[in-house]
């Protein structure tokens, strides 16, 4: 999931509002034009085709393909507790546009596999995001056009951020969310926090083997508590849900917790890179960011502003909760052909 700080106040403006509407007058007041159906598009499309793979340094890693070989690439990069299904009808519109879209599983997800039993289970954000550098490379595409969303959005940010020459340009749903372990130390008002009860958790032992248990109804909950006004049927979710049985998911997904929180540690060959998002790097390439109503307060993306200084855009989806492209694949898809004609 995205940031604790920017989860927290999302949850927070949430219940504020719940608690003024439950204390409205009833006066009538006159109804706004009706808003564009953002979510026009949605659940089109059931298949994400054939599974394809590639040597992604400590990965195996298992991707999806759209439109043709010689198309400008575009990578979308889902987060948790999602899978490539964020794009199932996002990527059938780049590859019309004659896109070549690449949709990967993160480790942890679906059919993506650690290519040695010794390698460490490691989800903290520098680690997540040098698979995706190993897939460009494994691909052969030196540059792309990048999307993502929660641990996409992060991964995004930070290829941006750290290997500028590999974007073209990005767009970044909640903007600017890279870790900084330092910040996440500091807490959050009482009602803010509540929104982060699965963090905690996640820091016990009882909480591993609740998830391990329990992470198809665990992540169902989530979809619902992240996105309360999209409706997903069961066959929507379980599409997804089967990404989950990856036997190193539950590995990938508590460490990186438990790490984010300095509860576990990160792995020497990551410090250097960890140092640098520490720091606050900026992103200078074309971006596009997007805002939610997960977002809560930040969702007008000024909070990260001064984060970006290439060519800029902010745009703001209301009514749509955390899964931006699966919830509003048109809107989504246009950003990403905005986002390439920067």
């Known amino acids: 999931m995205i940031s604790r700080r920017r989860f927290g106040q999302a949850f927070a403006a949430g219940l504020a509002a719940t608690s003024l509407a ?61 899978d490539p299904y964020s794009y199932v009808d996002v990527a059938p519109i780049l590859a019309a546009a004659g896109y070549r879209v690449i949709v990967p599983y993160l480790r942890g997800y679906g059919p993506t596999a650690f290519k040695s039993a010794a390698t460490v289970r490691n989800g903290q954000q520098s680690a997540v995001a040098l698979d995706v550098v190993a897939l460009l490379d494994a691909l052969k595409i030196d540059k792309a056009v ?31 969310i890279v870790t900084n372990l330092a910040a996440n130390q500091k807490p959050l008002a009482p009602q803010a926090e509540l929104g982060w009860w699965y963090q905690y958790y996640f820091a016990t032992e009882r ?25 997903f049927d069961d066959a929507t979710y379980d599409r997804s849900a089967a990404a989950f049985d990856n036997p190193d998911h539950v590995a990938i997904v508590i460490h990186n917790y438990r790490w984010r929180l300095s509860l576990a540690p990160g792995e020497p060959q990551y410090e250097a890179y960890e140092q640098k998002l520490n720091a606050g790097v900026i992103i200078g390439v074309p971006a ?24 800029y855009e902010h745009r703001v989806f209301d009514g749509i909760g955390h899964n931006v492209p699966q919830e509003a694949p048109r809107p ?7 986002a390439d004609r920067m």
Not at 288 to 311: C, M, P, V
């Open 207 to 231: 909480g591993r083997a609740g998830y391990a248990a329990n992470r198809h109804d665990f992540n169902k909950l989530i979809w619902k508590t992240a996105s309360p006004a999209w409706h």
């Open 288 to 311: 596009i960011t997007i805002g939610s109503d997960f977002d809560g307060a930040a969702k007008d993306g000024k909070a990260y502003r001064a984060k970006f200084t290439g060519k």
């Open 22 to 82: 439950a204390c409205s007058s009833g006066t009538s007041a006159v109804a706004p034009a009706a808003a564009p159906d953002l979510r026009a598009g949605s659940g089109e499309h059931t298949s994400l085709g054939p599974v394809k793979t590639a040597d992604a340094g400590v990965l195996t890693m298992a991707y999806h393909e759209f439109g043709p070989a010689g198309g400008q690439p575009v990578v979308l990069l889902h987060g948790w507790p999602y």
């Open 332 to 338: 989504f898809a246009e950003a990403i052909l905005d």
């Open 146 to 176: 990048f999307g993502g969303y929660d641990w996409g959005g992060r991964t995004v940010d930070i290829i941006a951020a750290l290997w500028p020459e590999r974007c073209k340009a990005i767009v970044a749903v909640s903007g600017y």
